[in-house]
């Protein structure tokens, strides 16, 4: 599991590298979408479920012909402690309940 927090960390910087080559304002609130790949369905209405009773974020079950997913979004800022520490817990969450976390993603809030 250590080894996952650690690529994810120099994954979700290079993200935010990318955001901030684009003018991106960290600060400026947005939704951030986070996504779980799961190997059934079952497993993804499990972690669906658990995300959104918990108030973690609001997960959506996502399925493209038969390949099941949770898209799980969150309104916040993308400051890098905080953005590594989402990723951290998500990477967890995948961990735990079989899932393969395929990281996160958002629109840029250009600075004016």
């Known amino acids: 599991m250590l080894d996952k927090l650690m690529e994810s960390a120099i994954t979700d910087t290079d ?3 990318a955001l901030n080559a684009q003018g991106d304002n960290f600060a400026c609130p947005r939704d951030v979408d986070f996504l ?3 190997p059934s369905k ?9 995300i959104n009773d918990y108030q973690f974020g609001v997960a959506t079950l996502l399925d493209e012909d038969g390949q099941y997913s949770v898209r799980v979004v ?4 993308i400051q890098q402690h905080a953005m590594l520490s989402m990723s951290g817990f ?5 961990e735990l309940f ?3 976390y395929d990281g996160w993603g958002c629109t840029p809030q250009v600075r004016s």
């Open 15 to 17: 993200v935010l590298r």
């Open 36 to 38: 779980l790949r799961a």
């Open 42 to 50: 079952e497993k993804a209405v499990l972690v669906s479920g658990f």
């Open 74 to 77: 969150i309104n916040t800022s």
């Open 90 to 94: 998500m990477g967890c969450i995948g």
């Open 98 to 100: 079989g899932l393969e």
